[in-house]
């Protein structure tokens, strides 16, 4: 079926994804936090723009959409492999993977409802979400392990295969062309752009995704020294550490690929558990001890995760969907920015315990804050008050 393509494509790609995040992490930290903190900022700028990828998603064939980027990617960590670039030359070509990262994206979440029935979007999305969650499990395990043993170099070599591997599989798929859209690309990008800020599961999600990242993502930055630092661990345990994160969310979507979780039940206890494991993390003493709470914090990413995506694309019409998605994956990133952009200061003042304090507590803060929205957006949406898919659009699966 197609998509069990689009699954195993996924696997190959985040996979070496995270390896080469760890290896780029890794890379820049020799320079300083603030290096650190520039590179995760540089790959997720791009993603201001994700309302035109989205426009982008919702005009092509989002198979050749898909391949065309898997490609590049790969052509950009073959050059951090060969060059093995000064830190200007890693912003640079960090700032091209996120270009490409970011026209995948809405185009990678908009086909689901074309290659599988409305009523197993949630279980599809969880498997999504265990392709994406072994990135997170494995990669960094895998990618600490590589710097170690054979360097940066080898990381990114391998994370170059995986990319042009994916791009081959994704080959497989039928054409996802949707319907014709009238107007040009930036007239689409406007109206996505207005359906997300007029209709309320839209708006909602957005909102929340930019509070509660705006603090989660500073653990990105925190962790690593928090780890090698206070922790004094080496970097295979930095990624060990990575990947229990990565092993929650990964357990938390495959127990939901075989289960039924009302959406809004799965954001707000996702969010939950996230604040609970990043708030034990700041006290804990031990590498260990500060994997399983990493663990927990995972599960709650990964239950949450899984909540968003289905709930756009229940609530969204089939063209519009790759804007809606665009809008989201921008509101995540600009988060994500603002975390990396203070969190150097952060680590700084009060050390990566404190931030991660910072970060706990400004998710629960943030929770308190979108639980009226999605309240609201749950509420409009049983009484039909808000768009339902269109799903004309689905195409066959490929023969064997």
Do not use: K
């Not at 498997?127 to 990114?156: C, K, Y």
């Not at 009238?182 to 207005?194: I, N």
Request: glycine share 12%; aromatic share 6%.
């Amino acid at each position: 079926m197609a998509f069990r393509i689009l699954w195993w494509s996924r696997v190959v790609s985040f996979v070496g994804d995270g390896i080469g995040r760890t290896a780029l992490v890794l890379y820049a930290a020799s320079h300083g936090a603030a290096a650190v903190s520039l590179v995760l900022l540089v790959v997720a700028v791009p993603r201001f723009l994700g309302p035109v990828a989205g426009a982008l998603a919702d005009r092509l064939d989002q198979r050749r959409l898909m391949a065309v980027c898997e490609t590049g990617q790969a052509a950009v960590f073959a050059v951090l492999a060969i060059a093995m670039p000064s830190l200007p030359g890693l912003v640079a070509l960090a700032a091209v993977s996120g270009s490409l990262a970011t026209a995948f994206t809405p185009a990678g979440r908009s086909v689901v409802p074309v290659l599988v029935p409305e009523a197993d979007l949630g279980r599809a999305n969880a498997l999504l979400g265990t392709a994406f969650n072994i990135q997170v499990a494995v990669g960094p395990t895998l990618g600490g392990l590589a710097v170690e043993l054979g360097g940066a170099r080898v990381a990114f070599a391998v994370n170059a295969v995986t990319f042009l591997v994916s791009a081959v599989i994704l080959t497989r798929l039928p054409a996802l062309r949707t319907a014709r859209i009238p107007g040009g690309l930036w007239s689409e990008t406007l109206a996505g752009l207005r359906f997300v800020a007029t209709t309320p599961g839209p708006r909602a999600l957005v909102l929340a995704l930019f509070l509660v990242v705006s603090f989660a993502a500073m653990d990105n930055v925190a962790l690593v020294f928090l780890v090698s630092g206070e922790l004094h661990g080496s970097a295979a345990e930095f990624g060990l550490t990575q990947a229990a994160f990565g092993v929650g969310m990964l357990a938390a979507s495959g127990l939901l690929a075989i289960g039924r979780v009302p959406v809004v039940a799965m954001l707000v206890g996702g969010l939950l558990l996230t604040v609970s494991g990043t708030v034990a993390t700041a006290f804990l003493p031990t590498i260990l001890a500060v994997g399983i709470a990493q663990l927990f914090a995972g599960a709650g990413n990964g239950i949450e995760n899984v909540g968003s995506d289905t709930l756009v694309q229940r609530l969204t019409p089939r063209p519009m969907l790759g804007r809606a998605f665009g809008a989201v994956a921008t509101a995540a990133q600009l988060g994500s920015a603002v975390a990396y952009a203070v969190a150097a200061p952060l680590i700084g003042a009060l050390g990566p315990r404190g931030t991660f304090l910072v970060s706990g507590v400004g998710c629960a803060l943030a929770i308190l804050v979108v639980m009226p929205a999605l309240r609201t957006a749950s509420r409009a949406n049983a009484l039909g008050g808000l768009p339902s898919p269109d799903t004309e659009c689905r195409v066959p699966s490929p023969p064997a």
